[in-house]
């Protein structure tokens, strides 16, 4: 029962510390805008110029920082599940697995409202397949194994 117990706490931390790696290793290189670095304390009128001028800036700076998650997350994310799927270590695969489609939702929940229609559909779509074609192969072929014994 321990050993249960061991193996989903490790898929569980891997599951969470990949996408926010993913998170901040964009970071890093494309800096995630804050809401202070553009609006000065105090705020006198959030319909001044001024305010306005700031708002404007910071999410142009927004959109940025969330294109590039969406760019980095949602690939690394499908290959993440993917590479997780096929690895042999089930704890570890499966913190994978989960880590990827975390990573994924990441990506979309930030640009989401910017992505055109048909990014849309054809990004999901793309991760939909994934998502069959692993489950598929990897689950039917423990289904047949089991089946023959």
Do not use: C
Request: aromatic content about 14%; hydrophobic content about 50%; charged content about 20%.
């Amino acid at each position: 029962m321990r050993m249960i117990a061991k193996k989903f706490a490790l898929a569980f931390g891997i599951a969470v510390v990949f996408p926010a790696m993913i998170h901040y290793a964009v970071s890093s290189f494309s800096p995630e805008p804050r809401w202070q670095d553009y609006h000065v304390a105090p705020l006198i009128d959030s319909n001044s110029a001024e305010y306005q001028k700031k708002d404007a800036e910071y999410k142009a700076a927004e959109k940025v920082f969330e294109k590039h998650l969406f760019a980095v997350a949602v690939p690394l994310g499908l290959i993440t599940i993917i590479v997780g799927a096929f690895l042999g270590v089930q704890a570890i695969g499966t913190g994978l697995m989960f880590g990827g489609i975390f990573s994924v939702s990441d990506g979309y929940f930030n640009y989401w409202s910017e992505l055109s229609a048909q990014l849309k559909f054809s990004s999901l779509l793309a991760a939909f397949i994934v998502l069959l074609v692993v489950g598929y192969r990897k689950l039917e072929k423990k289904e047949i194994t089991k089946s023959d014994e």
